[in-house]
């Protein structure tokens, strides 16, 4: 098997009475196109104050992207001291192994649905509770699970009804998964964002 290729779709809404969302997207290729590190961040609050977090965390995010996810979590929580802080989710998927590894500080929904029958046909990010730039966040691990064609990763914010994934047709093509999810299940009071990324 080649490498596998990723598909991207992302989607979002802005929290009523507000200019800028708090949310904010990573979708950023290394190592010559070997990997990729894709990120779901929730600037706690709304307005300029929380986009502002999220792009520190972005701008963290994108300046050490072969980092390791605990080590990389870690670097935004410093960076992030005095501000908003964030929750967030993130996958670093390596495209010539069909692997990926995923960490989550906060509530940004991660799901992957396999399509081929290998392991569970679906499995959820186990996230751990916190703010990245608040109080002590502990040891951070990542997990590991195989990425093969065909398969979905889905992050989401909270401004995503969680039972987003119910009933989804997953065999959707990226951008139009991640529209159809902002378009049925915002919770229209906040913030939303989702990113889909299709493995093929």
Same mark, same amino acid.
Request: glycine share 14%.
């Given at each position: 098997?080649?490498?596998?290729?990723?598909?991207?779709?992302?989607?979002?809404?802005?929290?009523?009475?507000?200019?800028?969302?708090?949310?904010?997207?990573?979708?950023?290729?290394?190592?010559?196109?070997?990997?990729?590190?894709?990120?779901?961040?929730?600037?706690?609050?709304?307005?300029?104050?929380?986009?502002?977090?999220?792009?520190? %965390?972005? =701008?963290? +995010?994108? @300046? &050490?992207?072969? $980092?390791? /996810?605990?080590?990389?979590?870690?670097?935004?929580?410093? #960076?992030?001291?005095?501000?908003?802080?964030?929750?967030?989710?993130?996958?670093?998927?390596?495209?010539?192994?069909?692997?990926?590894?995923?960490?989550?500080?906060?509530?940004?929904?991660?799901?992957?649905?396999?399509?081929?029958?290998?392991?569970?046909?679906?499995?959820?990010?186990?996230?751990?509770?916190?703010?990245?730039?608040?109080?002590?966040?502990?040891?951070?691990?990542?997990?590991?699970?195989?990425?093969?064609?065909?398969?979905?990763?889905?992050? %989401?914010? =909270?401004? +995503?009804? @969680? &039972?987003?994934? $119910?009933? /989804?047709?997953?065999?959707?093509?990226?951008?139009?998964? #991640?529209?159809?999810?902002?378009?049925?299940?915002?919770?229209?009071?906040?913030?939303?964002?989702?990113?889909?990324?299709?493995?093929?």
């Amino acid at each position: 098997m080649g490498p596998l290729s990723l598909e991207f779709g992302i989607a979002g809404s802005v929290a009523p009475g507000q200019r800028v969302s708090g949310d904010l997207e990573v979708v950023h290729f290394y190592d010559r196109g070997g990997g990729v590190i894709v990120a779901a961040i929730d600037g706690i609050g709304h307005g300029e104050e929380a986009a502002a977090s999220a792009r520190l %965390a972005a =701008d963290t +995010i994108l @300046r &050490h992207p072969q $980092e390791k /996810l605990g080590i990389l979590l870690m670097r935004c929580h410093v #960076a992030l001291r005095g501000t908003r802080g964030v929750v967030l989710s993130m996958a670093s998927i390596d495209l010539r192994q069909g692997t990926m590894s995923w960490l989550g500080i906060g509530n940004v929904v991660g799901i992957v649905y396999h399509a081929n029958g290998h392991g569970p046909p679906r499995e959820e990010l186990l996230v751990r509770p916190g703010v990245l730039g608040y109080g002590d966040l502990g040891v951070l691990q990542a997990s590991a699970i195989p990425l093969r064609p065909r398969d979905v990763l889905i992050f %989401a914010t =909270d401004g +995503i009804n @969680r &039972h987003f994934s $119910e009933g /989804l047709a997953y065999g959707a093509s990226a951008q139009p998964l #991640a529209d159809y999810i902002v378009a049925h299940h915002s919770q229209r009071n906040d913030d939303a964002l989702v990113v889909v990324a299709r493995a093929s």
